[in-house]
């Protein structure tokens, strides 16, 4: 089992940037894929964008495609997300999720999870 603790969250203005990061402990990364998820209020848990350490194979929602990208450092044990061009829409509390394996985007898929980190996007 792998615990996972998320930061970088906060409030931002719409068309602005944050970096989450996902710190993982009690082993390594290798062989598993880390996950972000989001769950906005009233709504299910979405799925954000996923990173295969093992492979560097990543995948992307559409709905954050093209102004976030997921990175990773395999020395620190730690996973980044970075948003770009924030939208209300984009508020949530964000998790960080980890699964030994591939690279899967339903959630079900994921056995260990962070506490979360707000983002919250003002217009």
């Known amino acids: 089992q792998v615990q996972l603790a998320e930061s970088g969250g906060g409030l931002v203005q719409a068309g602005g940037s944050l970096r989450l990061s996902c710190a993982a402990s009690?082993?390594?990364?290798?062989?598993?894929?880390v996950a972000w998820f989001r769950r906005a209020p009233w709504k299910e848990r979405e799925f954000v964008v996923a990173v295969n350490w093992s492979g560097g194979t990543t995948h992307y929602a559409d709905s954050v495609k093209g102004r976030s990208t997921i990175s990773t450092d395999i020395a620190k044990n730690m996973v980044y997300l970075q948003m770009n061009s924030l939208k209300p829409e984009d508020t949530a509390v964000y998790y960080c999720?980890?699964?030994?394996?591939?690279?899967?985007?339903?959630?079900?898929?994921?056995?260990?999870w962070g506490q979360g980190t707000q983002v919250t996007v003002s217009s």
């Open positions: 999720a980890a699964r030994i394996g591939w690279l899967r985007v339903e959630s079900v898929e994921y056995r260990d």
């Open positions: 009690g082993r390594t990364l290798s062989g598993y894929t």
